[in-house]
């Protein structure tokens, strides 16, 4: 029986993290199944995001920015696939592929 130590994660208001899809093994690709937790997004600003490849290089990066209940991410360096944006414990719809997410939250 493997045991599962839960911690307590603080993020600052007007970030975003990039939350991988695997929880098994540090080693995959990061890339596939990113979802893009936002937190506490003030209406007209916008917070970079990065995702670091397995290698430790950049395997993608961007922004996301809010207008009222609008959320959009903008994938500008990288690639993502199979994507979401979160916020307040609510998803979006998987963006299978392409480089902008526009949602209403």
């Known amino acids: 029986m493997h045991?599962?130590?839960?911690?307590p994660l603080y993020a600052a208001?007007?970030?975003?993290?990039?939350?991988?899809?695997e929880t098994?093994?540090?080693a995959y690709d990061y890339t596939r199944g990113t979802v893009l937790r936002v937190f506490e997004l003030d209406?007209?600003?916008?917070a970079a995001f990065t995702?670091?490849?397995?290698?430790g290089s950049i395997a993608a990066r961007g922004t996301v920015s809010?207008?009222?209940?609008?959320?959009?991410?903008q994938v500008t360096e990288g690639a993502?696939?199979?994507?979401?944006?979160e916020v307040d414990g609510r998803r979006s719809a998987v963006q299978a592929e392409g480089a902008s997410l526009s949602?209403?939250?």
């Open 3 to 7: 045991g599962f130590l839960s911690m």
């Open 13 to 21: 208001p007007n970030s975003v993290i990039a939350w991988g899809a």
């Open 24 to 26: 098994e093994k540090p």
């Open 43 to 46: 209406d007209g600003a916008s």
């Open 51 to 55: 995702v670091v490849g397995a290698d």
């Open 66 to 73: 809010r207008k009222g209940g609008q959320y959009t991410a």
């Open 80 to 85: 993502l696939r199979d994507w979401a944006l």
């Open 103 to 105: 949602w209403t939250a």
